[in-house]
């Protein structure tokens, strides 16, 4: 399962959080094992970086976790609470990755021990590859924030473009 929700400063901000993210990629991932290059991405903590735009996306997603967290805990559309602290909820890493034409993303893999991750597709040319959850095919779209189980096996395969670009993140759950 995946929740979707459109960041509404899309248009507004997304050029400029493709610029902040290209000027801090750091480090290659792992494409070889692919038979391949890797994207890069940014250091683990871009939510720290005090990066005006970044800030402004990450209050965003916090903002819309309590509803998120909803639509996971409800069987059907009812959003049906559960008596659990809607706002403890924390973005505990956030990055940057790029990929361009031929690169891959890392292989396979979940994010566990955390409770949620995102994905924002800052942006999706034509020839964006799809990223995969749990053997589900999902597109996409520039100004889509997809919202996932962090246990979720997920992957991105061989890119079709240059400047594939999103912000990634890991969220907790505060007891």
Not at 6 to 15: G, R
Not at 30 to 55: M, S
Not at 75 to 101: H, M, P, S, T
Request: charge should be negative; include cysteine.
């Amino acid at each position: 399962m995946v929740v979707n929700c459109q960041y509404p400063k899309a248009s507004e901000l997304n050029a400029v959080l493709y610029n902040r993210v290209s000027e801090n990629l750091q480090v290659q991932i792992p494409g070889a094992d692919r038979g391949g290059t890797g994207g890069e991405r940014t250091d683990w903590n871009l939510h720290e970086q005090n990066i005006k735009e970044i800030d402004d996306l990450i209050s965003w997603i916090q903002h819309v976790l309590p509803d998120v967290s909803k639509k996971f805990a409800s069987k059907d559309d009812d959003n049906i609470y559960f008596g659990y602290d809607l706002n403890a909820f924390e973005i505990a890493q956030c990055w940057g990755v790029r990929y361009n034409k031929d690169e891959y993303g890392p292989i396979e893999h979940n994010h566990f021990p955390y409770t949620l991750s995102f994905v924002y597709y800052v942006r999706t040319p034509d020839g964006s590859t799809p990223v995969i959850i749990e053997n589900e095919t999902y597109a996409v779209n520039e100004g889509t924030c997809i919202f996932f189980i962090a246990s979720q096996y997920h992957s991105v395969n061989q890119n079709g473009c240059d400047g594939r670009c999103a912000i990634v993140g890991n969220i907790i759950y505060r007891f």
